[in-house]
């Protein structure tokens, strides 16, 4: 099939042959297709070239050609697909409030990345800290209030959270309240999970890792992650800063978002992270399928493009509750 150069707006042409209503945000069905023994499922992908995060600059056009979704290696059929004009963007701001001071040489960065989002946006800012998910700004449309929300780091082992990843989950379920659309998490973290001590801190130990992972891919969450140490984990052996770096990596990759890190150490600057990460949100989709799989377990999920060029992020899977 001759590939045709296509606006980014009109993926959805190239991608499938007829549209229809984005489904609910998580994976349900309606009387009607249970009786007909489907249901719909939705994931967040973002679509790119290596060559858009290597330059940081989105092209005008893409050669997307044809889009598949396949469900346990099954190919299933695309009914809908959203994009940044149809299906506005809600975008939780976690930060670790133990961090090394280190982390507050970035707030004027993360704030200008707030303030350039694409209008419509939705952006609540939170803190997570020992015994309680601190919130400081509420899902907003408003940039500047959510931007002037960041605050610095008490950088105090004592403000340490039980783990990250329970703020997390907490986060999560504040995604319920607000339309179906497209939803992601940035979160600034070193990662790591010591509430089971050292051993279980390892990506394949924590359960609460595990745990917020199901809970993003279920509703739909795509979670980007930042690593930077914390006043715990600095001055630590590089065993914990691997299991911390390791967890967050787990993470962004099982919910469609993406990790980044400077090394072992606290970033110099934000700007090379924030820079691809504004591209992977503008091209992030909001893709709805139809599947007749419809007994209750964990479904490995794949998209697809025709054209090798192009770059799929998108969750690896979820989990079905009938």
């Known amino acids: 099939m001759k590939r045709s150069l296509i606006a980014l707006q009109m993926i959805v042409l190239a991608a499938l042959s007829f549209a229809a209503s984005a489904a609910a945000q998580e994976p349900e069905s309606t009387p009607e297709q249970r009786n007909q023994k489907v249901r719909t ?32 290696d099954e190919e299933q059929q695309i009914i809908s697909i959203r994009s940044v004009t149809d299906a506005p963007l809600a975008l939780a701001i976690l930060i670790q409030d133990d961090l090394t001071s280190n982390f507050n040489l970035q707030l004027k960065s993360l704030r200008a990345f707030i303030r ?5 946006s939705r952006v609540m800012v939170a803190y997570l800290r020992g015994g309680r998910l601190q919130i400081r700004q509420k899902f907003t449309t408003d940039m500047d209030e959510a931007s002037d929300a960041l605050r610095i780091v008490l950088s105090n082992p004592a403000a340490a959270p039980r783990n990250p990843y329970e703020g997390l989950i907490d986060t ?16 600034v973290s070193d990662g790591l999970d010591v509430s089971s001590g050292f051993d279980a801190a390892s990506p394949s130990q924590s359960t609460d ?34 299991f911390g ?17 400077s090394g072992t150490n606290a970033p ?11 591209i992977l949100l503008n091209r992030q ?13 964990y479904y490995r999920v794949e998209v697809k493009s025709t054209n090798p060029e192009v770059k799929i992020e998108h969750p690896k899977g979820y989990y079905y509750r009938q």
Not at 172 to 187: E, H, I, K, S, T
């Open 285 to 297: 989709f909001l893709l709805t399928y139809l599947t007749a799989n419809m007994k209750k377990g």
């Open 245 to 261: 770096q390791g967890s967050l990596l787990k993470l962004a990759d099982a919910t469609g978002g993406r990790a980044f890190f």
């Open 116 to 120: 350039a989002l694409p209008n419509g």
């Open 41 to 72: 499922v939705s994931i967040p992908i973002s679509i790119y070239t290596k060559q858009e995060l290597k330059e940081e600059q989105a092209q005008e056009y893409l050669a997307v050609d044809r889009l598949s979704v396949l469900e346990n």
């Open 209 to 242: 890792l595990d745990r917020a992972i199901l809970r993003a891919q279920r509703k739909s969450v795509a979670v980007f992650t930042i690593y930077s140490p914390a006043t715990y984990t600095r001055d630590r052996d590089q065993r914990l800063v691997s």
């Open 172 to 187: 999560l379920n504040r995604f319920d309240a607000l339309p179906a659309g497209r939803r992601a998490v940035l979160m």
């Open 268 to 278: 110099v600057s934000f700007e090379p992270f924030l820079r691809p990460l504004k």
